[in-house]
């Protein structure tokens, strides 16, 4: 199946902004979209920004105009680009992809990001 591992989550005072990177590893030929969600606590994940191979985006409504979610095929990596952060951006923020002709979802481990008032 397909690998993810997320980078670059920490913490950072409202204002501020964080770069998550995430890098695939195995049948990576299989990606189709690649994307990143979150999870605060006692809340329910939610889909904070998406890209297709050819590099349409989504973002949630939270979010848009503030990160940035860019991908290269090549290396099989999709980067989160995250400026004007603010305390209610905090949570665990996870990697995703789903398969080519398939059902399959795929998720990394997950990343922190605390953002202080």
């Known amino acids: 199946q397909v690998r993810l591992v997320e980078s670059g989550g920490g913490f950072v005072q409202a204002g501020g902004s964080l770069r998550l990177s995430c890098a695939a590893s195995?049948?990576?030929?299989?990606?189709?979209?690649m994307g990143w969600y979150r999870q605060a606590p006692g809340k329910q994940r939610e889909m904070v920004a998406r890209?297709?191979?050819?590099?349409?985006?989504k973002y949630a409504d939270s979010v848009l105009g503030r990160f940035t979610i860019s991908r290269d095929n090549d290396k099989s990596t999709v980067d989160l680009q995250m400026n004007g952060l603010k305390p209610e951006d905090t949570a665990v923020y996870f990697c995703y992809a789903n398969l080519i002709a398939s059902s399959t979802e795929c998720w990394g481990q997950g990343t922190q990001v605390t953002v202080s008032s």
């Open positions: 195995g049948i990576v030929f299989r990606i189709n979209d």
């Open positions: 890209i297709t191979r050819s590099g349409r985006t």
